[in-house]
């Protein structure tokens, strides 16, 4: 009876398996090529190492720590009984196989393998329960709720059970068969039930008990495979994959169009707009979503109530996909589908709406894409409205909170580039800055002559005059231009200079880094500002210097995304340059500046670039200070001012605002100063203390003027010797 069943469940659950898969796999295709998957110089092994962390280790669960731990529990159980499954596949045709003895229960490897698979099952099943409470006694709003979660958590509970049934009765058998005494098993759960059903007296009725557990287990193993490529629970399948084909470069790297006028003449997507515009690592990021909800749940749009859930963006991406799949591939009157990208060659004899055949000439498709004789359906606005979008400050809370490395932040920006670029539709309020960049160089429309007012008294050299200096002061637009940044600028000049650094600045050759421009959709604006700036530091053998910048937008596009573009350069944020000078003793910081401290991470400066460390050791290192966090939201989840992604000249959705949010978590803290390092994080938090009142309470200072107070200049020590 057993050889019957096991062959009717393989050959139905693995051909219905197969069948499904390659409808995945199909309509994995449709994307268009990923050119930042390669395997060279070491590639290889950091991939590995990184499926190793992220997927095997499930390094990013704990951040939810008991829903963290029960998945642990769940998918380390899986892997070890991976290894059972098959054993009692296998059992379905030789029943006592052990796997030629090596997993026998008086072998070594067998003994230690059954108490490792009966403590897991115990583990599954702990974890089973903490995901059910969560999903019916204490609801979480991050999570997506419903049958199926509960009916995949009841399958899996199911198979435990009946594992340790199938043991149970089965080592009763044994012990009969043997005329032996009942006695404990590595497999002590199955021992324990074993115990439990020694008083049944009949060998028929334990037979059908072993034969119902078996049954169980090794059906119900391979109906939950093909379950899941209808469900969330997919992620089972392609989240080690897409953790090791992840984008590998720099986490501040955009990807670059291009021959970007070219698409531009052509009308081609520069951004994306259809499915076909999606690379096939973007699908492979829909299939991979588990619906946890930790992207939404950390998302600053999201948590002050605007239209952007990076989970549902996802998922109404993945349910378009799936809800076009016989558009793409069915063979139905009148959907015709071609992927020639030449009109001469797209032609097929379809039916007109009158059913009569003829020949038709159809649009060429999009690169890597289908064309479809239906109605387009533009991702923008017919899946995605564009408010979703706007929203986005392009922090990158949603990646570093996601399990399995989907990226959303490209997604995002590329669909902003096909509104910007192609159809012309962006936030009003883009438009001034947009204009600025391209006329005057910077996103305040000011002067470009008046760049370098800032440091008016302070003498210092001009590049362009001291060519040979050592180190290139980035100043960036926000202090070149805006009062309050200003001050961190000649902070940062006076440090330097005190330190002895060999320094100049650019001046009016500096323009803006076009960061703005590019998270805005502007990739045709990005790309000119970055090529004149590029031509400008190549001439002056920048490459040869090291480049030091107090705004984090400028360090990131600098460091990660010029290399694009020709250039590639030292560049060191002033936070990470001005501890250097600290260690070295080149910088003492003296005088006390007493206080409570709380400091706040710029997104750009730790989840793009993993510098978390330097400011808080600069603010250590100043006697007086009291250094304070924000519960949880700190380091790698701090929250975002609400600034980035060019909404530094937007207006937000609502009245809930997220520069407010944050601040109220700062203020919360005690702290008398709220410490920076960036100049729109500053007037981000400077605006938020205003709104509550507290600009006369609490300070809110740039981590260089924190230390400049600290610091005693010769001038100063050279007064305080006369008096």
Not at 109 to 128: E, N
Not at 130 to 142: I, P
Not at 439 to 464: C, V
Request: glycine share 8%; net charge negative; with cysteine.
């Amino acid at each position: 009876m057993q050889p019957y069943l096991m062959t009717a469940v393989l050959v139905l659950t693995i051909s219905f398996f197969c069948w499904t898969a390659f409808r995945r796999w199909r309509q994995l295709r449709v994307g268009a090529a990923n050119p930042y998957f390669t395997l060279q110089g070491g590639e290889l092994g950091a991939r590995i190492r990184d499926t190793l962390k992220y997927a095997f280790g499930q390094r990013r669960m704990p951040y939810y720590r008991w829903a963290g731990i029960a998945h642990m529990m769940i998918f380390g159980g899986f892997l070890v009984l991976l290894l059972n499954s098959v054993k009692l596949w296998i059992r379905g045709y030789v029943p006592d196989f052990d796997f030629w003895g090596v997993l026998a229960d008086d072998a070594p490897l067998g003994f230690l393998y059954g108490l490792l698979k009966d403590t897991f099952v115990l583990l599954v099943l702990a974890g089973v329960t903490v995901f059910v409470y969560y999903r019916t006694a204490n609801k979480q709003r991050r999570m997506t709720l419903g049958f199926e979660g509960l009916l995949i958590l009841g399958i899996i509970a199911v198979m435990m059970v009946a594992d340790v049934l199938y043991y149970g009765a089965w080592f009763n058998l044994e012990w009969r068969t043997a005329g032996v005494e009942p006695h404990f098993h590595s497999e002590w759960l199955g021992s324990i039930v074993a115990f439990g059903l020694s008083g049944i007296e009949s060998d028929r009725t334990l037979w059908w008990i072993a034969l119902v557990g078996w049954f169980l287990h090794s059906a119900l193993v391979l109906v939950f495979l093909n379950i899941l490529p209808f469900s969330k629970h997919f992620h089972i399948i392609t989240a080690i994959p897409n953790v090791f084909l992840r984008d590998s470069r720099a986490r501040g790297t955009l990807p670059k169009v291009e021959d970007l006028e070219g698409k531009i003449e052509r009308e081609e997507a520069v951004g994306i707009n259809r499915l076909g515009d999606l690379t096939w690592k973007h699908i492979l990021d829909l299939y991979t979503c588990t619906e946890c909800g930790r992207c939404s749940d950390n998302c600053p749009a999201y948590t002050t109530d605007k239209k952007l859930s990076p989970k549902h963006l996802t998922l109404a991406l993945r349910d378009h996909l799936y809800e076009t799949e016989e558009a793409m591939f069915g063979a139905s009157d009148p959907i015709v589908k071609h992927t020639s990208t030449s009109v001469e060659a797209a032609q097929f004899e379809g039916r007109n709406p009158d059913g009569k055949e003829e020949l038709h000439t159809f649009p060429p498709a999009p690169a890597g894409g289908y064309f479809v004789a239906r109605e387009p359906v533009d991702l923008v606005p017919d899946v995605v409205h564009p408010d979703v979008l706007w929203a986005c400050t392009t922090c990158r809370a949603c990646e570093e909170q996601c399990p399995v490395l989907i990226s959303y932040v490209d997604k995002i920006v590329g669909m902003r580039r096909e509104l910007v670029m192609v159809k012309g539709e962006m936030p009003p309020e883009l438009q001034r800055p947009f204009m600025g960049m391209e006329t005057n160089g910077n996103p305040w429309n000011q002067s470009a002559m008046d760049r370098a007012k800032w440091s008016d008294g302070l003498d210092i050299p001009l590049l362009s005059d001291h060519p040979e200096a050592e180190v290139v002061y980035w100043v960036g637009c926000a202090a070149s231009y805006d009062n309050r940044a200003q001050k961190t600028a000649r902070a940062v000049a006076r440090l330097l200079r005190h330190a002895g650094v060999d320094f100049a600045i650019l001046g009016t050759e500096e323009t803006c880094t076009g960061d703005p421009a590019r998270r805005a959709g502007n990739e045709y604006l990005f790309q000119m500002l970055c090529e004149q700036n590029v031509e400008t530091l190549n001439g002056y053998g920048a490459d040869k210097k090291t480049i030091i910048t107090a705004c984090p937008h400028c360090f990131n596009t600098l460091a990660n995304e010029y290399p694009d573009f020709g250039g590639k350069y030292d560049v060191v944020h002033h936070s990470e340059f001005l501890m250097g000078l600290v260690a070295r003793g080149k910088l003492v910081p003296e005088k006390p500046v007493e206080g409570k401290v709380a400091f706040h991470d710029s997104c750009y400066l730790g989840r793009y670039n993993d510098v978390y460390d330097s400011p808080r050791e600069i603010l250590e290192s100043i006697p007086g200070v009291q250094l304070v966090e924000v519960p949880y939201w700190n380091k790698s989840r701090g929250l975002c001012c609400g600034a980035g992604g060019a909404q530094m000249w937007m207006e937000e959705q609502n009245q809930n605002r997220v520069n407010v949010k944050r601040t109220l978590q700062l203020i919360d803290t005690g702290a008398s100063t709220i410490a920076s390092g960036c100049p729109f994080c500053m007037t981000m938090l400077t605006d938020g203390l205003k709104a509550q009142e507290k600009e006369e309470e609490i300070e809110q200072l740039d981590i260089a003027e924190m230390l400049e107070r600290s610091v005693v200049f010769a001038k100063d020590r050279a007064a305080e010797a006369a008096e």
